[in-house]
């Protein structure tokens, strides 16, 4: 038997689990979108990051060597800043190289150790000695242009790459958003058709009940509750119709013996 205590822990329970589902369905949505995100755009960045470091430290190596050609005279520290851009410059290549993350980005990191390399061994005293000091600075721009044009290819890889990501990770969230708030509306539908139709399987039969009560008051005894439940309201609705039904009987059994006594008194009077 359904009894009324079981009723209401019923409707809270109802309630206390669209609470929990809603919960944890944004919990879902917004876990969904961060593993979904999560490490890819990171490493774009950081590639990015180890591009925009090389670029600079190339400048660097380029505009110190192309002094070295034009000025016989060096001192330490020009060496110890060429010495660093050096390093810098290959401890970003040595991480991006790590960091391979996009198609065919490989390809283009080892076309660039490949152009580095070439751009590294033209400043050595024995590269096309027979050149002019024209031609040489000529042929090293050209070799440091095919380094940049390198780094740059990795750049735009990623740039691109993260601003694809990008775009599917806002038409996930769309996406993700629009289950949400279906999942908000129906948790509101159920939740008021908890709060408004429940209480009614409560409130009305009481509500008749106390209008057959006032009925009874009014002498009315053929009043009756229609049994829709098992439980205490139901129980108390057939207990009523009982009571009802012994009132009627009583009614009608004490009206018919009222009758009798008046013609009873009739014929006595008459004699």
Same mark, same amino acid.
Do not use: C
């Given at each position: 038997m359904m009894t009324i205590k079981n009723k209401i822990l019923f409707g809270l329970g109802g309630l206390f689990l669209l609470i929990l589902v809603l919960g944890l369905a944004g919990i879902g949505f917004i876990n969904h979108l961060a593993q979904k995100s999560k490490g890819t755009i990171v490493d774009n960045y950081h590639s990015i990051d180890f591009t925009v470091t =090389?670029?600079?430290?190339?400048?660097?190596?380029?505009? =110190?060597?192309?002094?070295?050609?034009?000025?016989?005279?060096?001192?330490?520290?020009?060496?110890?800043?060429?010495?660093?851009a050096k390093s810098n410059f290959e401890k970003a290549l040595s991480k991006e190289t790590q960091n391979i993350t996009e198609e065919n980005e490989d390809k283009i990191v080892v076309l660039l150790q490949e152009k580095y390399r070439n751009f590294l061994s033209g400043y050595s005293e024995d590269f096309d000695s027979g050149l002019t000091l024209r031609e040489k600075i000529v042929r090293m721009e050209l070799l440091y242009t095919e380094v940049k044009?390198?780094?740059?290819?990795?750049?735009?890889?990623?740039?691109?790459?993260?601003l694809d990501k990008n775009e599917n990770l806002v038409s996930t969230a769309n996406t993700l958003t629009i289950y949400l708030v279906i999942t908000v509306l129906v948790s509101i539908i159920m939740a008021l058709i908890l709060?408004?139709?429940?209480?009614?399987?409560?409130?009305?039969?009481?509500?008749?009940?106390?209008?057959?009560?006032? @009925?009874?008051?009014?002498?009315?005894?053929?009043?009756?509750?229609?049994?829709?439940?098992?439980?205490?309201?139901?129980?108390?609705?057939?207990?009523?119709?009982? @009571?009802?039904?012994?009132?009627?009987?009583?009614?009608?059994?004490?009206?018919?013996?009222i009758i009798l006594r008046k013609k009873e008194w009739s014929r006595w009077s008459s004699h």
């Open positions: =090389m670029m600079d430290n190339l400048d660097i190596i380029y505009q =110190m060597e192309q002094k070295k050609l034009l000025d016989t005279v060096v001192d330490s520290t020009h060496s110890r800043f060429l010495w660093e044009n390198a780094i740059m290819q990795i750049y735009d890889l990623n740039m691109k790459a993260i709060i408004f139709a429940f209480p009614q399987q409560i409130i009305k039969p009481l509500k008749d009940l106390t209008e057959k009560i006032e @009925m009874i008051n009014e002498g009315k005894y053929h009043q009756r509750l229609v049994l829709v439940s098992n439980d205490e309201i139901g129980i108390l609705a057939k207990t009523f119709n009982n @009571m009802a039904e012994k009132l009627e009987s009583y009614e009608a059994q004490h009206y018919d013996e």
